[in-house]
């Protein structure tokens, strides 16, 4: 190989300056000119003028380069050259750019082998090989060299520098008031005066990822904390997700105030399970607690372990993942045909809900206690904030949620809670087209299926960064947060903003559900009729769908019929903005004494593809209260209002056209409510009697906001 690179090196040539710099410091290096090598990864640089906030391009393949020099200068080991070159370029660099710099250190040996043995193959056999060839056959080799040599040595380096940089203390045990014991890592700079403190409190106990976010907090100048829910990593007490969180989480937070480090400022931030911590945690406003950057945000009782007070199967196995030892249970969590094995035969034998575990072969408690709350009762609502508690409110608060994302139920709670009761409410809301994952992982360029616009693929972490500098130290605002609502409206490329989820619109438009010109077809349409405009009919003794599941895509090719009706509106005319949620009502006769309903909300484009926009899912007899319920009187007109929806934001090309689905829930991945009146989760298909039968009236009607 090197022999064959000195040969390309004398062939080699490119006009565009930055390729061949790129290109001639491999080549360089796998001929063993590593002085020149460094020079021309200096050269390139140079020419690239990258801002000064990102670490040096190609840090790795300098370091290997200095490390080979220093080997031949001064006869030291390769080891001891690359730890001493590794310590010299890697520790000048500040800590953000450091933390930065981590990520090219991390490839994959396997996957850079499984490059070069590619390369190896395409010139197989062959006598001579083509310069493009060549090249990209010396780029693997010393690619494969570099990281075959550095994966070995980086950690240890990786812990030495980060030992310079920061005091880390990864055993604290901090008190609870009733005597119980929080483990928490606490990461700080190590030069630093006191500072505020980020801490993120979460039940997901993996010291890898907690040293990551802590860690990641000190290189932006604050105290870095993660704080594990009661009895999980070094606690030695009862595992109990939710229930002490809050409580647990202000003794944490109070702890740290009292700290020689800590400028008696706390900030929280975290997705999901994590956000919840959050919201528990100002239910008993900590005085040190300063603000709270969320996403994804779980709401107990609201969107988790059921929404619209129907039990979703998703979370059947978390509790097994998150509370069966002190750590994470990933095995069994990730045993994915397992669950879906679950899944059918729970629904297909037709067992009551609450019979699972005994399915599953494995015992479930926590699961079996959520049961016993189907109302949104004093056990769920203990856990976060009701009511006036939201007035009392007043730390600023950054919220970031996904139009696919499933706890945006959860998110839009929280904020919808916070302003009814607090209308100065400090309370920033970020929504754009991202799902649960995208949002704490980054943001990659197809979600679920769709593309995002070029907008809305920015650096959610950047900017919760940003934020938290704008508390915490006075940084201006970034501009995206110019309202309390900022949301990114697919297919427009652009960003918009508004003080209130209501002001997000200009105007609204009703449609309202209307027959279509033939039998089983449906549209919407700007004026409601009286009488039944549509029927469905629904056998819950038929199992035979028990294999059916809803597309994992945001994008298809058509509507299957289990989504419920179809009712399709014209193709509008000119492009039109939805923005906001929706509402209005839903008039129907029913023969049972309960239903759970769906509502879908999809953009057909003119080529026939579907954008799922929105869904709502509500268990009938909870519409009005979702702390009691109130069952239905069979054959009687029920009025249900749908309120609280999620939030769409989407300009619709000239051609689409608006389609909502309207549905009676029946499938096997959530609870079934046959309408029998019994708590759905001891009901069997013993109880299913009769095929259910809705008639729905044409005064129902569904209300859009629109952005002109």
Known sequence: ?????????????????ARYLGTQFRLQMVAGQYAQAIESIDALRLLRNDPPSQPPVFLQYEIHARANVLQAQQGMSFTNAWRQAFAQRFGALDDRRALQAEFAFGTSVTRVRGDLDAALAKIAGKRRVPLPDAIDLIRAYQVHRVYVALQPLFADALREDDALRYRIDRDVLVPTPDGARIAT????????????????????????????????????????????????GRSPDAIAPFKHDGTDAAAVIGWIATQPWSDGRVGMFG?????????????????????????????????????????????????????????????????????????REAYARGLAYRDRPQVDGSANPLFLEWLQHPDYDAYWQSMIPQGEEYARIGVPVLATTGYFDGAQAGVLHYFRQHLRHRADADHTLVIGPYEHITMQAGVPPSVQGYAPDAAARINLQALRLAWFDHVFKGAPKPDLLAGRVNWQVMGADAWRHADTLETMATRTQSWCLAPGATIDTYTLSPRSRPGVVASQRVDFSDRRDADW??????????????????????????????????????????????????????????????LDLAWWLQRASYS????????LQPGELQRLVVKDTRVIGRKLAAGSRLVVTIGVSKQADRQLNLGSGKDPSVETVEDAGEPLEIQWQGSSCLTFGIRD
């Not at 190989?1 to 300056?17: F, T, Y």
């Not at 209005?584 to 953009?603: A, P, Q, S």
Request: glycine share 8%.
């Open 185 to 232: 890592l606490v990461v700080r700079p190590a030069a630093a005066p006191r500072l505020p403190t980020l801490l993120q409190f979460t039940v997901y106990a993996d010291d890898d990822v907690a040293w990551g976010d802590a860690k990641t907090m000190a290189a932006h100048g604050y105290v870095g904390a993660v704080a594990y829910s009661r009895g999980k």
């Open 624 to 631: 009005e209260d979702r702390r009691q319920r109130r069952l």
């Open 549 to 610: 599941a809803p597309p994992q895509q945001v994008v298809t090719t058509g509507l299957d019929p289990h989504l419920g009706l179809a009712f399709v509106g014209d193709a509008v005319m000119q492009e039109i903005e939805l923005a906001g949620p929706f509402g209005g009502v839903l008039d129907f006769t029913v023969n049972k004494r309960d239903v759970d309903l769906t509502i879908g909300v999809y953009e057909r484009n003119a080529d026939g593809e579907y």
């Open 271 to 343: 997705g999901s399970y994590n956000s919840f911590a959050q919201w528990a945690a100002l239910k008993h406003l900590p005085p040190a607690l300063k603000a709270i950057a969320t996403s994804a945000s779980a709401a107990p009782g609201i969107d988790i372990p059921m929404e619209g007070n129907v039990f979703l199967n998703f979370m059947y196995p978390w509790p097994l993942y998150t509370a069966s030892n002190r750590w994470l249970d990933n095995a069994r969590y990730g045993d994915g045909e397992r669950w879906l094995k679950l899944d």
């Open 1 to 17: 190989m090197p022999g064959l690179a000195r040969d390309v090196l004398s062939l080699h040539q490119e006009e565009d300056r």
